[in-house]
């Protein structure tokens, strides 16, 4: 895989972005995709995923309510529409790919894939 995330950018305070999630190659529909998030001075977060055998989807009570993942077939891809964006969800994001997972989850160490990260700011 090769994972390639755009969207990012900036945005004032309460308002929204979607960010996208795609392979060069091909579709992510057999992966469990992970966004995770890197601010500076703060450790890698893990803000939401979804399981390839279901479409399960699991979010950090961070984003809860404000973020939503999902898969866009027609697209190929995995976006991550985040709304209500606050001070506190300027970072580097990025998705994050497993093949083997039943389920997904919020920790990074299981993701064999990852992508080069696009940024989000919020302007207050």
């Known amino acids: 895989l090769q994972l390639v995330e755009s969207g990012g950018g900036l945005v004032q305070a309460g308002g929204s972005l979607r960010l996208s999630c795609g392979d060069s190659g091909g579709a992510l529909d057999n992966y469990a995709i992970g966004w995770f998030r890197k601010a500076p001075g703060k450790e890698r977060e893990g803000v939401a995923c979804?399981?390839?055998?279901?479409?399960?989807?699991w979010y950090a009570d961070s984003v809860k309510g404000r973020f939503t993942v999902a898969r866009d077939y027609g697209k190929k891809q995995v976006f991550l529409q985040m709304d209500s964006l606050n001070p506190e969800d300027p970072a580097i994001y990025y998705c994050a790919a497993e093949g083997l997972f039943v389920g997904c989850v919020l920790f990074s160490a299981p993701y064999d894939y990852w992508g080069q990260g696009t940024q989000v700011t919020v302007s207050s």
């Open positions: 979804i399981s390839s055998s279901d479409n399960s989807t």
